[in-house]
């Protein structure tokens, strides 16, 4: 009975924090049927805002997927001063909010900053691509490493000595050993870095100066419709990056082998 | 091939791992180091296997110098105590690993792996998963993988470790056997002195990182270096103040000289031997050995009180 009722209230606090604000989202969207939905997303500009994020995510997610698993690998099978600190480090981007992101690269790539002489050599950051692809690259930084960590530690280092001792070189050991033992962890923190990059928004809202057309991400045209009182655009919008993100959580569950729970 | 260590030392911060160890391992012998749990065995196996790097000394594979040697480059086969299972390859791969990274044509990958699933008797699970195997099985692929690339050396560490007593002693024999077929140089770590007894030519003993002695497995029994030695290697019992060996003890219903008073607790019968558990005024227990003519003429009853005498004494500086 008691066990019940626990899964009732879970049950009640899922739908009512993750899944009704959802529903509600996609019941909006197609209110007046599935035209306006198409005009509102065949628009120029939400359609460049989508390119925009799409750019950013293909940039940011490589980069903080190899930086992930070197810094994993460095952390957890190497000694080196100044070891505690890096991993004190890599949280930093979820301790610290996004908006103060945001504004320490205005401040740091602004014209009276250490990196604002780059606009004077024709390296424009802030209010354009680059700033907004360097605030992306620092918010999704930690997902990838967060989870490599724990397996590398648990997988423990044998198997690694093993192919050694068989002759194999590092890059080899790495490539046919301790990858492909940590692959399921990199996947779900490419999953997660993905989507923090689509999602993200208060550092974006502040580096890119949220130009039409040129630097908005999908996130920021959400915002910028719903303020112009486009709401079936800001909807349709918001569901897309929902559907993306639903989407790649499911294709995870289905290729991920049952057995395997890391 | 054989392997030789020179005055090798290995210090983990301020503890002494291994303290200037030297020992010879001749071509084709089966060596144990045995020693209880701290006492460097481990770390100079895989000080020779180049997984350790010695902060002194000189490791020689072969008669060339090999110190600075990466593992990759050494040739050696290497079993863990643990297995070391490649989790996400099939026994088959796990076999044919070393023999890929040499990148030998397929046809003899293939070969060989046969060959050595056959010597472990592991063919009929060639495409399982590491997972699907009882630990006995996993070692027996681990002891394939290391063997396929033909090494130079095997080393073994603490190899039947993990296994329950039954799989333990089945394993023995079975490395035994190998190791008549195979005769390739083998060193194996342990701290069980009757598993180093049974499968070794030679055992080297170790203690707190020094070598206490090396010596065929009755050497060692027989003629004791030191008291670690003497104690660690079969049972060894105080009795006046020196140590003897169980079958070293001599029972009088007479006093003699340097003999000590001694109660019987107890009498067991083990075929053609006995066994006389003892008691001294001090409250210690010994135990000694006794042949069954022997027994019967002492016509010993429980409760009885004794004189017991070191038939052949030690005394160790």
């Known amino acids: 009975m008691r066990r019940h009722l626990l899964r009732f209230v879970a049950l009640v606090y899922l739908v009512a924090i993750l899944l009704a604000p959802l529903a509600m989202v996609f019941w909006r969207t197609f209110e007046h049927g599935l035209a306006p939905v198409w005009a509102a997303l065949s628009d120029p500009e939400t359609l460049h805002a989508f390119r925009v994020t799409l750019l950013v995510t293909v940039i940011a997610v490589p980069l903080n997927t190899v930086f992930g698993i070197v810094a994993g690998l460095a952390i957890v099978r190497r000694r080196f001063p100044g070891k505690g600190l890096l991993n004190a480090f890599i949280d930093l981007p979820l301790a610290l909010s996004p908006v ?21 050599h024709g390296i424009q950051v ?10 992306v690259v620092f918010v999704s930084l930690p997902f990838v490493a967060r989870e490599v960590i724990p397996t590398l530690r648990e997988l423990g280092d044998e198997q690694e000595q093993a192919a050694q001792t068989l002759g194999a070189s590092a890059w080899q050991t790495f490539r046919r050993i301790t990858l492909p033992s940590i692959r399921w962890a990199v996947v779900y923190g490419v999953v997660l870095t993905t989507a923090r990059c689509l999602g993200e928004y208060g550092a974006v809202a502040i580096v890119s100066g949220r130009i039409v057309g040129q630097t908005e991400t999908a996130t920021l045209r959400v915002d910028d419709s719903y303020q112009n009182f486009d709401l079936t655009g800001a909807y349709a919008i918001s569901l897309v990056l929902a559907v993306i993100a639903v989407a790649v959580l499911i294709a995870m569950t289905l290729t991920k082998p049952k057995e395997q729970s890391v | 091939m054989s392997i030789e260590i020179r005055n090798v030392t290995k210090r983990f911060g301020s503890f002494t791992a291994v303290d200037y160890v030297s020992l010879a391992v001749d071509t084709g012998s089966l060596t144990a180091l045995l020693g209880p749990s701290g006492s460097g065995k ?12 010695p902060d002194g000394g000189e490791v020689i594979l072969s008669g060339e110098d090999a110190t600075g040697l990466a593992p990759q480059k050494r040739n050696v086969g290497f079993v863990f105590q643990h297995y070391a299972a490649f989790k996400h390859m099939t026994v088959r791969d796990n076999v044919a690993f070393g023999l890929k990274i040499r990148k030998r044509p397929r046809q003899q990958i293939q070969a060989r792996v046969d060959e050595l699933l056959q010597l472990v008797g592991l063919q009929a699970f060639a495409d399982r998963y590491p997972a699907q195997l009882s630990g006995g099985q996993r070692q ?3 002891l394939a993988r290391a063997l396929a690339p033909e090494p130079r050396v095997l080393l073994l560490d603490e190899p039947f470790g993990a296994l329950d007593a039954r799989v ?27 598993e180093a007894m049974e499968l070794a030519d030679r055992v080297a003993v170790l203690n707190q ?3 206490e002695q090396v010596g065929a497995t009755v050497e060692l029994y027989d003629e004791p270096a030191t008291e670690f030695v003497m104690r660690f290697v079969g049972d060894a019992h105080v009795l006046g103040g020196t140590l003897v060996r169980p079958h070293d003890i001599e029972l009088r219903h007479l006093q003699g000289e340097g003999s000590v008073e001694v109660e019987v607790e107890r009498i067991t019968v083990l075929g053609a031997d006995a066994r006389v558990d003892l008691v001294d005024g001090n409250g210690s227990r010994l135990v000694a050995r006794l042949r069954r003519d ?4 002492l016509d010993l009853e429980r409760g009885e009180i004794l004189w017991a005498q070191p038939g052949r004494e030690r005394v160790f500086d």
């Open chain 2, 168 to 194: 333990r002693a089945e394993l023995r024999d079975w490395l035994r056997r190998l190791h008549e077929d195979v005769h390739v140089t083998t060193v194996f770590v342990t701290h069980d002195q009757e």
């Open chain 2, 294 to 297: 022997e027994l019967d003429e």
């Open chain 1, 126 to 135: 802030l209010f354009a691509w680059p700033g907004v692809v360097l605030a």
């Open chain 2, 140 to 142: 027996r692929m681990a």
């Open chain 1, 100 to 120: 103060v992101v945001g504004l320490a690269l205005f401040l740091l790539y602004g014209r009276n900053g250490w990196f604002g002489g780059l606009s004077n």
């Open chain 2, 42 to 53: 481990s770390t100079l196996l895989r000080i020779v296997a180049g997984l350790e790097t």
């Open chain 2, 209 to 211: 990182g020094r070598l």
